[in-house]
């Protein structure tokens, strides 16, 4: 199937005033200007000058997981009853059923990073699912990009409720360092009874077996991180266990741009559009993602759905265009640069031949406010 007659926005170095993208079994076979399109068969779809850009993607989401309109029924994404919960898996909570799921569709973004909210130090697991379908198993990007930590004002509060540590900055990195010590120590006694016949392996500990793949490196750590202070606690803690991290958030991080440019960290920046909720957000502005990308640091554009609803993707990125964003890295910040921060880039977020056939046309700027999209195509199928 193709697509013809379309102004393509790759997201790569390439940019086709008048091109074609060809697709089959839902990954990208071709893409180039119409000089050189196969001949056109009549299931192709005939853009008559749309622009067409890859799928969009929310790299820090919820969706799914804290379900539309519905209260502690469809609460499943912070379990508030242990502060170390690595274990726990996105996959295991996000209902594909929830509404939201096809308002993110015809708002254009083809995938999100949905996990656990910020209760716990550790919160557990950060799956990369399109927004496309009816079983999670078969809307997997990755079901598990790394493990999602908390550092800050919302494990205080929580726990501050309940009387149960952490009830300070202090003991919630102490949390995170106690667990990543114990899967490290763990991840060494396996390696010591699988070279030696005189060590027995460890006893099982399905906390330890979650961290595995983060204490290899293998698995990115999230960090929840507002405050500047909270950043660098992140990264001292990263710095520690020699992680692959990512800042969520950085609210603050325009505050110290040239520490946090010597750090070599991702941002997922967001929300911006929303109202100071609590006092590490007092310094919230929209012109921190420009700043921040202004700097050379690799920023993505997040809602924090359902703190904004996912559609807005797009307008989230138009705002930080208003207050100082380059336009081209903002479309990228919402495409290319959350799939490259996330590592899925292999599969997700520009029109290449070997990705996932993943389309959203329009007619005209998506930046602007007054436009829609007109078609999206998730996998190869038109939503």
């Not at 990705?355 to 602007?368: H, Q, R």
Request: hydrophobic share 35%.
């Amino acid at each position: 199937m193709k697509i013809y007659n379309a102004e393509i926005f790759t997201m790569e170095d390439t940019h086709f005033s008048n091109g074609f993208v060809e697709f089959e079994n839902g990954v990208i076979t071709a893409v180039g200007d119409m000089t050189d399109c196969p001949e056109i068969a009549d299931t192709d779809v005939d853009a008559k000058g749309m622009r067409v850009y890859p799928g969009f993607i929310d790299a820090h989401t919820h969706l799914g997981m804290w379900e539309d309109g519905l209260g502690f029924e469809g609460d499943d994404g912070n379990e508030d009853t242990d502060p170390s919960t690595p274990h726990l898996r996105a996959i295991d909570a996000i209902n594909p059923d929830d509404f939201c799921f096809e308002e993110a569709l015809k708002g254009g973004v083809t995938t999100v990073l949905t996990g656990p909210g910020s209760a716990n130090p550790i919160g557990g697991q950060i799956a990369a699912v399109k927004t496309m379908g009816c079983r999670i198993d078969n809307m997997l990007v990755d079901k598990c990009c790394g493990v999602k930590f908390a550092l800050g004002e919302n494990p205080k509060s929580v726990y501050h409720g309940k009387n149960q540590t952490p009830v300070t900055r202090m003991a919630t990195a102490a949390i995170i360092r106690e667990q990543l010590n114990k899967a490290k120590r763990y991840m060494q006694d396996l390696d010591n009874a699988e070279n030696s016949e005189d060590e027995d392996k460890p006893e099982y500990d399905i906390k330890c077996e979650a961290l595995l793949p983060v204490v290899k490196g293998e698995k990115y750590a999230f960090f929840h991180a507002h405050r500047v202070d909270d950043i660098f606690t992140a990264a001292r803690i990263a710095q520690e266990f020699y992680l692959k991290y990512i800042i969520i958030h950085g609210t603050l991080g325009y505050k110290a741009v040239k520490e946090l440019k010597q750090l070599d960290v991702g941002v997922l920046c967001g929300p911006t559009i929303c109202d100071r909720s609590k006092p590490e957000l007092k310094g919230l502005t929209p012109e921190c993602a420009g700043i921040l990308s202004n700097a050379g640091i690799e920023t993505a554009i997040i809602t924090d759905h359902p703190v904004i609803p996912i559609q807005y993707l797009p307008l989230c990125a138009a705002v930080c265009v208003r207050d100082g964003m380059d336009y081209d890295t903002a479309l990228k910040a919402i495409t290319i640069t959350p799939a490259k921060i996330c590592g899925i880039d292999n599969k997700v977020g520009s029109i290449k031949v070997g990705k996932d056939a993943d389309f959203v046309l329009y007619n005209g700027d998506p930046l602007n406010v007054m436009n829609k999209p007109q078609m999206v195509f998730c996998g190869g199928k038109r939503a």
